[in-house]
Structures are given as structure tokens and as C-alpha cells.
């Protein structure tokens, strides 16, 4: 059965979900928060995407966060992280228990920050939480859209948990058998591969990025870039591990995105060159890969391996690595976490709290506050972690 879906934001991925819903019968409404990434859509003109899906569609456009959420049964959050507040600030009014929300691809526990906000309003909607997002392509112009590639697995969890049948059959009814369900928010967040990805990439290719180069993304992940993000990967594996949690390998991530074989992460990249989906890297220093992936993926995986008595040093030289060259403090602006406040889970030796008993509270009360995970079993921490909630500035990128 055709659903109405309404999608926040109007990038590369809003366009080609819309792309892709089409395809499949459904029928998509784009807001772009601005109104500058609809503007030539919102005159008539039509949607064209090219790639690994071809079609042409004239989308419903919204006016503002009130119709999205009024038009649709269906809402999707599809823009980068630094925009997640801003826009769930805007749509949090709007929701009712009608509606689904899915956010795409999740980002430093947004769906927490959501649940809140309706839990104020005696609101619940189910939330589900993709690790990425259903496809990958590139915003051409206001009207047209690449898409490399529609993925075969999406890593998905739901909260409410009672919610998560519904929500998987849901989600399938919209995109096809493509989603593998894991258990809960922390293990979605361990899944977004996109932060160590992009780490290694990007500093694979600052001065490519700082002098605005245009090159092929999966050719350049030469065999050193590729090392380094499999060993970015061991760490964020070792951190699930410690969390009891199920996450999928970089090498499962490459192979079900891009449907290559399984080989070394390098040679699957070259791999993905030469069948004409690499991708383009980023030809910009003002690059999501960082000003989103630093602060709403490093950061929060760097946390997790903190809480987790398993350091992650890579992700943590990351941060401050990027932080230096940007002259930015990009541990202090994600907004998510700053409005999550944090600082009451603590880990510090205040109150003359036990550390470990201060980490196991730590599990219970995020668990609580938004049902992160099942299970968190404590292995252990023997270092004092403190979560910053720092003032941040709204940043547009
Ligand atoms: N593109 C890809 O292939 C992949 C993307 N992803 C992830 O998917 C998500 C979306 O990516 P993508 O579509 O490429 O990103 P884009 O940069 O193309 O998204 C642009 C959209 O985001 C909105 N936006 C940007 N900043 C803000 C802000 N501060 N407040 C409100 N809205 C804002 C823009 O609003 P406006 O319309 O007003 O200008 C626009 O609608 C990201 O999290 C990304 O990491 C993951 C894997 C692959
Ligand atoms: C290819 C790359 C690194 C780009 O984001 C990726 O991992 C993805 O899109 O899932």
C-alpha cells in the first residue's frame, strides 16, 4: 500500500530516498529547513535521479516542519547531524502517535533527544534508528540527484522496543527486505561506519580537500588509508564487544553497501572505483566528513570507549587531530549531547561515588531515559570520564 512519507532535509540523501520511495510506489513530500534545497522543486519542476536508480518524480514540497509532519504518516530525518536538533526542535510539536519516525542514518543518540521531547508532550511515537542510510549518491543541482548505490542491509533498531515488529515490517513495506535489525540504540550507533570512514579519508586527503581537488573517494583509499580505517574498525569492534553488542565489520559494511567482494578494505575500494561507484571525496575542507562525522561520531565512539574500560586512542588522535587543523574544539560541538545533559551520567569520582557503580548507574539511567540497549554489561573502567556539556553555537554547513 502507498505511504505518505515526509522527509527532513533536501541534500543528496533526501533527494535519492525520495528517488527510491517513488520507485516503489510511495509518495514523498521534501522540506528543506531553509527552503533554498527546494526552491526550483517548489516552482514544479521535476525531480530527476540517475545511477543505480533512474526516474523522474515530482515530490510534494513542504513549507514548513508543521506540514511535513501534518501531510505524512511517515517521517524521515535525512540531513547531517548538525542539523538534527535544529530539526527536531522544529518537528517535535508536530508529531503525534500516528506517526513513524525513522532517522537516516542516526547520529549521537538523536533518538534519545527525540523520545524525550514527545515524552514532554505525553507523545509516543515509535523511533527507528538506521546505522546508515538506504542509499548513497551525490545532490547534482537543485533538480538532480546521483545515486551510486541502494544498499542491501541497513542495520535498524526501534524504540520503543515493543514498537520494533511494526516498525521492521514497516520499514520493508517502504524499501524491500533490506534491514537487519540489532539491539539497540548503542549498537546502532557502533554501526554508523561513516566517522571512521571518513576519518581515515579525510586525513588521508586534507591538502586534496584544503585546495579543492575533485578525485575518485574509493581509488584513493590506497592501501595505507586502508589499513588505518580497518584498524579504526578494531577499535569500534572491541567497544561493542565489551558492550555485549552485535555490530557489523567494516568488511560486511563495503561488501553489502557496494556489493564487492570481501577482500582487503583497499583493494575493496579499488574494487568499487573500477565498477564505477567509488564515489567522489569531498573537495572541501568544509566537508561533512568532518564537521559532521568529527563531532556526532568520533566523539560519541570515543565516549563509548571511555564508559567501556576499552579506549579507542585512534577515534580519540582523531578528534584532536581535526580539532588542531580546524582551530575548532569538536568534542564540544555536538548539540545532541550537550541537550542530553550528559553530565548527570558522569563517571567522575565526585560524591565519592565507586567508578564502576558510577558506570553501571550510568547504563541504567540512559537505558531508561531512552532504552538504548538490552544489555550493557560492565567489563570494568578504571579511567574517570567526564561527558562536557559545553555551550555550543549552532553551526551551518
Ligand atoms: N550522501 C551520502 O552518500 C551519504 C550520506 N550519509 C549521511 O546521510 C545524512 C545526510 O547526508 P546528505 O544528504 O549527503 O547531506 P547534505 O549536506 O546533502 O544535506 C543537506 C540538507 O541538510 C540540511 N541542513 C544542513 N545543515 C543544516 C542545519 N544546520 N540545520 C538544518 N538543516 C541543515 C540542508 O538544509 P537546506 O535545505 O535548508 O539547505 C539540506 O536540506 C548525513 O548524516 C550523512 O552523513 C551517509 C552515507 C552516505
Ligand atoms: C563509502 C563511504 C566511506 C562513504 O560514506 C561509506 O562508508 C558509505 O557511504 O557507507
Redesign the pocket.
Given at each position: 500500500m502507498s505511504k505518505t512519507v515526509g522527509l527532513a532535509?533536501?541534500?543528496?540523501?533526501?533527494f535519492g530516498t525520495a528517488a527510491v520511495l517513488h520507485e516503489a510506489g510511495h509518495d514523498p513530500m521534501l522540506w528543506?529547513?531553509?527552503?533554498?534545497?527546494?526552491a526550483e522543486l517548489a516552482k514544479g519542476e521535476a525531480l530527476r535521479a540517475t545511477g543505480a536508480v533512474e526516474t523522474t518524480l515530482t515530490p510534494r514540497i513542504a513549507d514548513s516542519a508543521a506540514t511535513l509532519a501534518r501531510e505524512n504518516d511517515v517521517l524521515i530525518i535525512?540531513?547531517?547531524?548538525?542539523?538534527h536538533k535544529?530539526?527536531l526542535d522544529a518537528l517535535a510539536p508536530h508529531i503525534e502517535d500516528r506517526h513513524h519516525v525513522i532517522v537516516?542514518?542516526h547520529?549521537s543518540l538523536g533518538a534519545v533527544y527525540l523520545m524525550q521531547l514527545l515524552a514532554e508532550r505525553g507523545v509516543v511515537a515509535p523511533i527507528t534508528a538506521w546505522g546508515?542510510?538506504i542509499c548513497?549518491?551525490?545532490?547534482q543541482s537543485g533538480t538532480e540527484v546521483k545515486v551510486?548505490t541502494v544498499r542491501s542491509r541497513v542495520d535498524l533498531c526501534t524504540v520503543p522496543e515493543d514498537r520494533s515488529a511494526d516498525a521492521l515490517a514497516l520499514c520493508q513495506a517502504l524499501f524491500g527486505d533490506r534491514f537487519q535489525p540489532r539491539d539497540g540504540l548503542l549498537a546502532i550507533s557502533l554501526s554508523n561506519l561513516?566517522p571512521q570512514n571518513h576519518m581515515g579519508i579525510a586525513l588521508g586527503n586534507i591538502t586534496r580537500m584544503e585546495r579543492g581537488e575533485t578525485r575518485s573517494r574509493g581509488q584513493n583509499v590506497t592501501p595505507k588509508v586502508g589499513r588505518l580505517l580497518e584498524e579504526l574498525d578494531r577499535e569500534r569492534l572491541e567497544i561493542a564487544q565489551a558492550l555485549g553488542l552485535e555490530v557489523r565489520t567494516i568488511f560486511e559494511h563495503f561488501h553489502l553497501s557496494f556489493h564487492v567482494p570481501v577482500a582487503s578494505i583497499s583493494e575493496m575500494n579499488q574494487q568499487m572505483h573500477a565498477q564505477g561507484n567509488g564515489g567522489t571525496g569531498p573537495a572541501t575542507a568544509d566537508s561533512?566528513y568532518v564537521t559532521?562525522?568529527v563531532p556526532y561520531g568520533l566523539v560519541l565512539t570515543a565516549a563509548l570507549g571511555r564508559l567501556a574500560g576499552h579506549p579507542a586512542p585512534l577515534h580519540e588522535a582523531g578528534i584532536r587531530i581535526f580539532s588542531a587543523m580546524y582551530g575548532r574544539d569538536f568534542e564540544a560541538e555536538n548539540q545532541i549531547l550537550a541537550a542530553l545533559d550528559l553530565d548527570r551520567f558522569s563517571l567522575g569520582r565526585a560524591e565519592g561515588r565507586r567508578e564502576d557503580g558510577a558506570f553501571a548507574s550510568t547504563c541504567q539511567r540512559v537505558t531508561r531515559a531512552g532504552d538504548i540497549t538490552k544489555k550493557t554489561p560492565y567489563r570494568g573502567n578504571k579511567k574517570s570520564h567526564h561527558w562536557t556539556n559545553k555551550e555550543t553555537t549552532?553551526?551551518?554547513?
Open positions: 532535509g533536501a541534500g543528496s540523501i533526501a528543506s529547513p531553509s527552503g533554498a534545497g527546494t535525512a540531513l547531517p547531524g548538525y542539523g535544529t530539526v537516516s542514518s547520529a546508515t542510510t548513497t549518491g551525490r545532490r551510486n561513516n561533512r559532521e562525522d549552532p553551526c551551518r554547513n
